[in-house]
């Protein structure tokens, strides 16, 4: 069929040509998996080819590409027999109420047109790996952590120190502040630091720096030992709106979508282990990151899934 | 089984196995003194000796469930009891909270968390059987705070790891409506607003359909949307009657709640009938407003598939814009809309001609008040490496000065 015939002329198929690609171990793997299945049409699961898809809207090419590879994505488990929402069936639809009238047919030639579908084994991506989303998510928060290894008396800093606040009765740590890079730390007693607010990595050490530096210079023998980055909070805007209905009906594992408690889909991704907020406006954020290009990864991962939701037209 | 021991009493060795009638019994053979008898209880030394053992050292202890989690099961049987759902239900939401309350993080968190660790099993249960209810109904039945509800709801679906499906909107307009009382005739109840419970339901169904397929209902909280559209859908159906009435009115008569919300809700859909009105050939001779479009809502919900592809561009529709003049509706667009069309609707808000189809977004894409964030890096930001040297002076600037500390002691009366 139509198919087969143009995933396997698809010249750039195993040319991998993202940057990321290197943080993409699965798609590479999963591609030549998926080419060798191509080779031989014959080992596609029969589910596939004998099911009638024509009560299924048209779609492009491109979508189709993008659906498969949002398959090759979520390797673990694939909820049974789901087909990626289309938004007009948004909601309504439950999982078990649909079934498939199993024809002698074989996989359906309307118009040319390849049908978007979950099959019923997970299969690979599709998508030639250079395709990436062209979206660099942007870094908005780093927290890092420091141990001036010294013990730090907090009145005494808030005294004499102008960027200082201490209240003990609400929180035992002085919050300082620095305009340049603009930070705020948490120094503690035990000499242990929190510094929090910085847009890059080196941001966060160099503030972290300029704290420990303020320290010294209040009469502390600070250090500055174990410099660690927890945290990095990143975000982007794929720019078309999102059905989060059908999102969090075909990625179930993953997500958590509660509008009653908030209007975002909490989606945990586990490879990597970064959460995401994704909203109906099209803007994620990504949360968890203790390097940057886990932020990454994980948008490229789910852009393709978000783009299998996005209205066709 | 071996004598052990010595006599309490006269601290002899000689004890002995013997049988009063039935009883067996171990008896000290210097002095007589019965040290055990009848051995019906466990091995615990404690036991055969006849002395008391506290509850937490005997074995009665494993069998029987803690008072805590006997309450707490009464607790969610009785919610299952209230809230009329099937037996099965009542089991698994039981055998849920039991695993909860074993759960390292749940197993020491106070009374009042226990509480509503029941109400959440509850829900998940319910939720999982795609049975509609919302946390609202279960805060309310438990007098809970819907913030705590919700903390111990999100950390019960990740410690237990349970899937929980989204909540059903169809299923939900059935129950939600179930609540209202216009569908009987009462004291409080004007005559003209009695309505056919079907009828409502149906059309508030339509209505719902019709506002999740314009992103009215993606991420807002489901209970205004029911409402509004339960509205709409009732004011249509007798709009002579009916259509003096307001939202807050309507909420009062009925017996329900006004959620903030759905005032809003309410606008929006409007706003999208409106829209709908002014591609219905026969319509377009009235001036509609979102009073008088309420009489027609019934021509527009039957007829929605075809007119949301009219009144609104899709988002990649440069070929939509075009080939809409030629395909359109039956009488030609007035002048304005078949401007917008022709000029197609290239992504975003460019499309806001007043007549004319607007792309269907979401409305916080729509409304969009915030400024497109340019990228934030500059590049003297990205030049830095963090390992730069930190100048003295730089630092100093967040030092006070000696007079400074002694003002600032002063005036503070420094702790």
Known sequence: SSFKDDVSTSPQLFAPMSPYDVELPIQTTEDVLFGSQLNQPKDLPTDFSSVDLSFLPDITQDNNEQNLSEDGHEMQKEPDGSIPRNEDSGIFVDESSLSYPRTTQPSPEASGVCPSLTPMTPMTPVTPASESSGIVPQLQNIVSTVNLACKLDLKNIALHARNAEYNPKRFAAVIMRIREPRTTALIFSSGKMVCTGAKSEEQSRLAARKYARVVQKLGFPAKFLDFK????????????????????????????????????????????????????????????????????????????????????? | MAAQGRCPSCGSAALVEDA??????????????????????????????????????????????????????????????VLQLPRVFEETAVSYFQRAVQHPSFH????????????????????????????????????????????????????????????????????????????????????????????????????????????????????PIVTAAAFLSWQSLQPSARLSCTLGRFCKVAGVDLPPPAHLRLKE???????????????????????????????????????????????????????????????????????????????????????????????????????????????????????????????????????????????????
């Open chain 1, 229 to 313: 980055i927890q945290n990095m909070v990143g975000s982007c805007d794929v720019r078309f709106p999102i059905r989060l209905e059908g999102l969090v009906l075909t990625h179930q594992q993953f997500s958590s979508y509660e509008p009653e408690l908030f209007p975002g889909l909490i989606y945990r991704m586990v490879k990597p282990r970064i959460v995401l907020l994704i909203f109906v406006s099209g803007k994620v954020v990504l949360t968890g990151a203790k390097e940057r290009s886990e932020i990454y990864e994980a948008f490229e991962n789910i852009y393709p899934i978000l783009k299998g939701f996005k209205k066709a037209s």
């Open chain 2, 20 to 81: 009063h009638y039935a009883q067996q019994q171990l008896v000290c053979a210097a002095c007589g003194c019965v040290l055990a008898e009848g051995l019906l209880t466990t091995t615990y030394t404690e036991e055969e000796h006849l002395r008391e053992v506290s509850y937490s050292q005997s074995t009665g202890q494993k069998e029987q469930l803690s008072r805590c989690l006997q309450r707490g099961i009464r607790r969610v049987q009785d919610l299952c009891k």
């Open chain 2, 108 to 223: 020491l968190v106070s009374l009042e968390k226990k509480e509503l660790l029941g109400g959440c099993c509850v829900f998940v249960t319910c939720r999982q059987h795609n049975w509609p209810v919302t946390m609202g109904t279960i805060c309310s039945l438990l007098y809970a705070k819907q913030e705590l509800f919700a903390s111990v709801y999100l950390s019960l679906q990740k410690e237990l790891e349970l899937s929980v499906p989204a909540l059903s909107l169809a299923d939900l307009v059935k129950t939600h409506l179930n609540s209202f009382r216009l569908f009987q005739h009462a004291a409080n109840v004007p005559a003209p607003f009695v309505e056919d419970k079907e009828k409502v339901v149906a059309r508030t169904m339509q209505m719902v359909e019709l506002a999740s397929e314009t992103w009215l209902v993606t991420g807002r909280h489901p209970v």
């Open chain 2, 269 to 415: 859909l409007l706003e999208i009938l409106l829209r709908m009105a002014s591609q219905l050939a026969w319509l377009r001779v009235f001036k509609l407003d979102k009073k008088t479009v309420v009489k027609h809502i019934g021509d527009l919900l039957q007829h929605r598939i075809f007119l949301l592809k009219n009144a609104f561009c899709q988002e990649d529709g440069e070929e939509q814009g075009a080939a809409a003049p030629g395909e359109g509706s039956p009488s030609s667009p007035p002048a304005a809309g078949g401007v917008a069309q022709e000029k197609g609707c290239p992504s975003g808000g460019k499309c806001q001609h007043e007549g004319g189809p607007r792309p269907l977004l979401p409305p916080c894409l729509i409304n969009s008040r915030k400024r497109l964030r340019t990228a934030a890096t500059s590049p003297s930001d990205s030049a830095i490496t963090g390992d730069e040297p930190i100048s003295d002076s730089e630092i100093e600037q967040y030092l006070r000065g000696p007079e400074e500390i002694r003002a600032f002691s002063k005036a503070k009366a420094w702790p």
